[in-house]
């Protein structure tokens, strides 16, 4: 059976001047239940701190914050669902100072405390909180495979940089030579989160470059180079794909689609 909640964002604003503000917390009303329940984020929160040029105003003032919420939820109350509300309401109707709150919004949940955990996490936990990008979830995936072959080469590949005069970039998943600089074998993924085609095109046509300055330097040979293409999910995508494949065909540098796993473990374990 739903239940109606009452829920308010905790904000902290520091300066009134500009007017600039963070979520720092969330209150929940449960007017059936006549409860209420908060959760403030850490007073070394980064999100938070450095919001505001790492400032220390709210490491100062979390405590009374949380003093104040504590003591406010653990009042027994003594009402209708109704003035329980209204109490809600009365409460959060803070227009100035420090800390503010957001205006009442309204849920009927299955679940109040499930989705009062869902509001947190999304909305302040990990609100700013810049998602993992489509290369680096490539990468993962492929120390995932090669740890599963168990194969004392595909053991052995690491990041490294590579370094020369003119050449610097670093490879996520390479052989190196034991006691020189000339990378062995490499397998570097390509995804093309860019928004617009000719990033996109840029975006490759930086990594050819890179590729093509350290082979002449002989820190790598380009044959021993194999890039993992990202899968294209739009019509524009599959045609600046094939235009980026076109490019690598033309330098002679080998690419494959990143979910070709078998040709990726081939051309690995080959050294």
Request: hydrophobic letters at 40%; charged letters at 25%; one cysteine or more.
């Amino acid at each position: 059976m739903k239940q109606p909640i009452l829920y308010s964002f905790v904000k902290f604003k520091p300066y009134i001047e500009t007017g600039e503000f963070v979520n720092v917390g969330l209150l929940m009303c449960e007017p059936e239940k006549r409860k209420l329940t908060y959760q403030l984020v850490a007073k070394n929160d980064k999100r938070v701190n450095n919001f505001f040029y790492r400032s220390s105003i709210f490491n100062n003032i979390r405590d009374t914050i949380n003093e104040e919420l504590q003591y406010i939820t653990s009042q027994v109350f003594n009402c209708t669902p109704q003035e329980m509300a209204t109490f809600f309401h009365h409460y959060i109707d803070v227009k100035e100072g420090i800390v503010q709150y957001s205006n009442a919004a309204i849920g009927l949940v299955d679940d109040p405390q499930a989705y009062f955990n869902d509001l947190y996490t999304k909305y302040i936990h990990l609100a700013g909180v810049k998602p993992e990008n489509q290369e680096t979830i490539m990468v993962k995936h492929f120390k995932e495979l090669f740890k599963a072959e168990d194969d004392v080469v595909l053991s052995n590949y690491r990041q490294h940089t590579v370094r020369g005069e003119l050449a610097k970039f670093t490879l996520p998943l390479a052989l190196k030579e034991e006691n020189g600089q000339e990378i062995l074998k490499a397998v570097k993924p390509l995804a093309f989160d860019q928004i617009e085609s000719p990033s996109m095109i840029e975006y490759c046509d930086n990594w050819v470059s890179k590729i093509n300055r350290a082979n002449e330097e002989g820190l790598l040979k380009k044959e021993n180079i194999l890039f993992a293409l990202d899968t294209a999910d739009t019509a524009n995508k599959i045609n600046i794909l094939n235009t980026i494949k076109k490019t690598f065909d033309n330098f002679k540098i080998q690419h494959i689609d990143w979910n070709e796993q078998n040709t990726l473990l081939e051309f690995a374990k080959n050294i």
